[in-house]
C-alpha cells in the first residue's frame, strides 16, 4: 500500500508505463486535451484564445499516449509541418505524474513515429510561462529558433528544433 496521493511507485522508472499510437479521435487522448487546456487557460489568460485557435484536433492523425496501469496519464501529437517537418502539438501530463519520465518517454516515442515516417525534424512551439516545457525540450535536444507562422511576433511564444537521426 503507498501513502498518499499521486502515483504509484512503480512509475519511478518510465519503462513500466505502456505506450500506445492513436490518432486524434482517441477518447483517452481527447481527454487529456480537455485536461490540457483547462490548464493553459490558466497559464495564458488573456492570450488562451489567440493559442487555442491553432490548436484544432481535426488535423491531428498521429497521436502517443502513456498510460499506468488502465489510466492514460500523459499524450502528445505531431502533425505534418512540412514534407521534411512534423509539429509536436498538444503535449500533456496529468500533474500527479510529472517529474516520473512521461513526458520524455512519450516524446521520445514521437520522434521515433516521425522517424519512421522519413521526416528529418521536429519543430514546435511553447509558452515562455511553461518553463517546465522548455526544459524537457532543452533536455531533450531541442534547439531554440526563429518563431515561425502563426507565432512570429508573439512575445510568450518560444519556438524549437530538434533534427532527427
Known sequence: MRAGPGPPAFLDRASTLKIIRANSDNAAFRALVVLLDEELAVRDGAEHTFYAQFNNLDSIRHVVIAYAGDEAVGGRAFKEYSLAAVEIKRMFVKPEYRGRGVAG???????????EMHYRECVLETGLKQPEAIRLYEKSGYTRIPNYGQYAGIENSLCMKKVLG
Open 105 to 115: 518517454a512519450v516524446l521520445a516515442e514521437l520522434e521515433k513515429w516521425a522517424a
